[in-house]
Nanobody, 122 residues
Framework: QVQLVESGGGLVQAGGSLSLSCAASGRTFSRYCMGWFRQAPGKEREFVAAIDWGGGTTIYADSVKGRFTISRDNAKNTVYLQMNSLKPEDTAVYYC???????????????WGQGTQVTVSS
């Protein structure tokens, strides 16, 4: 079992930056690949970024590539999402998730956090 708690969301102007964190409980965090997803009102949950268990492989959605960076610190049981050059269309609830493989698909992730709101004003 892994419990995930996101933090760091908030309101920011377009062009600004935010850093999200996702703290995991349990001693097996380093065995999981981690992903960030987001869901805007009236839209399906969409993939943002993911990282493998060791941090050596990362994948990104095209819409955030070059602006967002995912990283992890296994000693702190935490995964991060640094978001730069934010746009109004990045507004959504952001969720972190843990699963056995690095994937763009929500169905591959077994554990989910409760989400944190990110709002980007124009």
């Amino acid at each position: 079992q892994v419990q995930l708690v996101e933090s760091g969301g908030g309101l920011v102007q377009a062009g600004g930056s935010l850093s999200l964190s996702c703290a995991a409980s349990g001693r097996t965090f380093s065995r999981y690949c981690m992903g960030w997803f987001r869901q805007a009102p009236g839209k399906e949950r969409e993939f943002v970024a993911a990282i493998d268990w060791g941090g050596g492989t990362t994948i990104y959605a095209d819409s955030v590539k070059g602006r967002f960076t995912i990283s992890r610190d296994n000693a702190k049981n935490t995964v991060y999402l640094q978001m730069n050059s934010l746009k109004p269309e990045d507004t959504a609830v952001y969720y972190c998730a843990a699963g056995p493989v690095i994937s763009r698909h929500p169905s591959e992730y077994a554990y989910w956090g409760q989400g944190t709101q990110v709002t980007v004003s124009s």
